[in-house]
């Protein structure tokens, strides 16, 4: 795939850059980068719909083409966050300008044109994607308009009411390229700034400070819900040692077979729990022995350091944890007898399938609901929304 033209939107001006115009498509995106580095969007936040799997391919390298551009990119689990950009004008700058490229695919995670339909704003248009790839046609096409085959995801009626625009004129490829491009970044610019009004609205959160849809979710959780000293900072060897009883979720594999089956659909089933289920909080206590024996209270909640032991003929086994194998850590839920670190919570829903447990030590905590409010919120905007 190569580039053949590149648009923006500030949400006053738009500019183009097309191929014809420029000896390459280096030079074609070296000076639509160069465009924006000026004064006029110094601090500015620059947003591009999948940037991480698909722009990015085309940018990085003609950033590092560009003088005096120093880039600073966050990259997490292979998807690129932010890329900041400091910008010297000249060799005796000593304040940069500074930019930061963001995806907003990872803060809004729909396609533009059902994001356009979503937040009421202008249309994502159309266009033949595959006349260029499939064909020998120019650059400078002009002439009748491109078959229905070449264009992606519209019906027939679509394609029909496009054509009516062109009844009397040539269809000129440059042209229409352009007018797509363009109208993909005022739709982006306009849903995005709508977004912000209404999270601003709601929360006075800026949505520009934060890269992702999961750090908008927790600023807003700890900007609006989250009670001042309510959950412990943990460092050190109890960091390790609780870390130990977190073995992710389970997953088990079997031949699909049934009679009269029933399928259903969960709906928010990780906030229905994170509504539900009390959290460890307050400031931690470590204890050593058998704390639930020598108090006999099952009310004691937090992580226990314990020997388990797995009943006899058991089926499908109900507690996990982590094997160091050579091919690094797996889970597994064994029978047998061990040592290891469990959640309260978890500890007395496996005693109701017959294993028992000789608690060795561990750590004590308060119990809290963390995320009534927060999920009820947020869960009657999904309600009133489409």
Not at 194 to 214: A, E, G, Q
Not at 261 to 271: C, E, F, M, R
Not at 365 to 385: P, T
Request: net charge neutral; aromatic share 16%; proline share 5%.
């Amino acid at each position: 795939m190569s580039p053949y033209c590149c648009g923006l939107y500030d949400g006053k001006e738009s500019k183009s850059f097309y191929l014809t115009d420029y000896k390459d498509k280096i030079d074609l995106l070296i000076h639509s980068i160069k465009s924006i580095l000026i004064r006029k969007y110094n601090n500015h936040k620059i947003y591009i719909h999948n940037l991480s799997r698909f722009d990015a391919v085309f940018l990085l390298r003609i950033l590092c083409e560009i003088p005096n551009l120093e880039i600073d990119p966050i990259i997490r689990e292979g998807r690129i966050i932010n890329i900041q950009l400091s910008y010297y004008p000249t060799e005796d700058t000593k304040k940069p300008y500074t930019f930061d490229i963001r995806d907003s695919l990872l803060i809004l995670t729909s396609s533009l044109i059902k994001l356009g339909v979503s937040f009421n704003v202008e249309s994502k248009g159309i266009f033949p994607f595959d006349f260029l790839i499939n064909t020998n046609i120019p650059l400078d096409y002009n002439g009748s308009i491109p078959e229905f085959k070449y264009f992606k995801d519209i019906t027939i009626d679509e394609y029909n009411e496009y054509c009516r625009d062109f009844k009397n004129k040539d269809w000129n490829l440059r042209d229409e390229t352009i007018k797509y491009c363009i109208q993909d970044c005022r739709t982006l610019y306009q849903v995005i700034d709508k977004f912000n009004t209404m999270i601003y609205d709601k929360w006075s959160l800026n949505v520009h400070r934060f890269p992702t849809s999961p750090s908008l979710a927790f600023g807003l959780y700890k900007s609006h819900y989250l009670t001042e000293n309510l959950i412990p900072k943990i460092t050190g060897h109890m960091y390790l040692d609780i870390r130990k009883g977190y073995t992710g979720g389970k997953t088990d594999m079997f031949i699909p077979y049934g009679e009269n089956v029933h399928g259903y659909n969960v709906n928010s089933l990780y906030p229905s729990q994170m509504l539900a289920q009390d959290m460890p909080v307050g400031k931690p206590i470590f204890f050593e022995g058998d704390v639930i024996r020598r108090n006999l209270n099952k009310n004691h909640f937090g992580f226990f350091n314990v020997i388990v032991t797995t009943p006899e003929g058991l089926d499908i086994p109900v507690f996990q944890t982590k094997v160091k194998t050579s091919s690094g850590f797996r889970t597994v839920a064994p029978l047998g007898m061990w040592e290891d670190m469990i959640f309260s919570e978890e500890m007395f829903n496996a005693m109701k399938y017959g294993y028992k447990f000789q608690i060795i030590g561990g750590y004590l905590f308060d119990k809290a609901n963390l995320f009534k409010d927060y999920i009820n919120d947020l869960y009657m905007i999904k309600q009133s929304h489409t």
